[in-house]
């Protein structure tokens, strides 16, 4: 896994923005690759995450949540198989 951050503020609000590229692999191989974005409310009030929320929404390709990152791996295992 490799991740990308950012601290993002609006108002009272301090968000961590992560980007996650995850691969999982057997050996050198790769056998599946994923990407996740995720936000994280550090400061601030709850609803601050809303609008974000709501942006992210609007953009093509973006959904939530497939699973955890260990499903994903595990999967990536026994499809190989």
């Known amino acids: 896994q490799v991740r990308h951050t950012r601290l ?5 609000a301090l ?7 995850m691969t999982a692999l057997a050996g050198d191989h790769a056998l599946a ?9 550090k400061e601030g009030p709850a609803d601050a995450l809303d609008g974000l929320a709501e942006a992210l929404a609007r ?3 973006l ?3 497939l699973g955890s990152k260990l499903e994903f791996a595990v ?3 026994i ?3």
């Not at 993002?8 to 009272?12: A, E, W």
């Not at 690759?33 to 409310?41: D, F």
């Open 59 to 61: 953009v093509d390709g």
């Open 75 to 77: 999967d990536a295992r």
């Open 8 to 12: 993002l503020r609006r108002g009272d």
């Open 33 to 41: 690759q994923r990407v996740e974005l995720e936000a994280e409310l």
């Open 15 to 21: 968000v961590e923005v992560s980007l996650d590229r």
């Open 63 to 65: 959904g939530p949540p």
């Open 79 to 81: 499809t190989e198989r």
